[in-house]
């Protein structure tokens, strides 16, 4: 019974987060037409789709604790991001931030976005702090530059990170902690400040 409960509780929630997401629309699915064209060769095996990460009962109840809940803010801060710059969202696997650092990216967002050749990527964090990080275009993902800025922002296996293209070669990077909203999340502070427009308005 208890189990039955605590899953209605998550449908009335991802529920909320529809409605949400289908005020944007476009945005998801240009990112999601990405993915779709790519073969399951191609996309990074580690990859959340977005819409995997709404409709839970494709997802493994393992994970719906406190990655569900930083996969819920990582939406919501997909969804308050200008439309007119493409972005997708990244599950911190242990080969991203603890050992190897290779971070692949989505296939589909690479092939429309991103050069076909190796290329110095600008990763920005939320204090407005460049690095500088070296992506393979054949292998489309960032391996030189990944590790520092990985560990230089205590990113860990479970956070989930937002990447908004700003520039053709430039990030503007989000993280979401897995130990929820801590003083260190950098997205926490975008959050609150919808928030505190929506309540002057």
């Known amino acids: 019974v208890g189990f039955q409960k605590k899953r209605g509780r998550l449908v009335k929630a991802q529920s909320n987060m529809e ?4 005020l944007s629309t476009p945005r998801l699915a240009l990112v999601e037409s990405g993915c779709s064209n790519s073969s399951k060769s191609d996309i990074d095996e580690d990859h959340v ?7 839970c009962k494709k997802t493994c109840s393992s994970v719906q604790g406190n990655f569900g809940s930083a ?3 990582a939406e919501e801060v997909l969804v308050k991001l200008p439309a007119e710059h493409p972005s997708f969202v990244k599950h911190m696997l242990h080969s991203h931030v603890v ?3 290779w971070l692949g990216l989505l296939s589909g ?3 429309k976005h991103l050069p076909k050749q190796d ?3 600008v990763l920005e964090d939320e204090d407005g702090h460049n690095y500088d990080a070296k992506y393979l275009g054949a292998k489309q993902g960032l391996s030189g530059g990944w590790r520092g800025f990985a560990i230089n922002h205590d990113i860990k296996v479970g956070d989930v990170v937002v990447f908004q293209l700003v ?3 430039k990030f503007k990077v989000y993280i979401l902690r897995a130990n929820n909203f801590t003083t260190t999340d950098g997205a926490l502070g975008l959050l609150c400040l919808e928030a505190g427009k ?3 308005l």
Do not use: W
């Not at 409605?19 to 289908?22: A, E, P, R």
């Not at 789709?49 to 409709?55: E, G, K, S």
């Open 19 to 22: 409605q949400k997401l289908k």
């Open 49 to 55: 789709p977005m819409v995997a990460a709404v409709n």
């Open 71 to 73: 996969m819920e803010r």
């Open 99 to 101: 050992q190897g650092f």
């Open 109 to 111: 967002f690479c092939n």
């Open 119 to 121: 290329a110095t990527i």
């Open 167 to 169: 520039r053709s070669a």
């Open 198 to 200: 929506e309540n002057i």
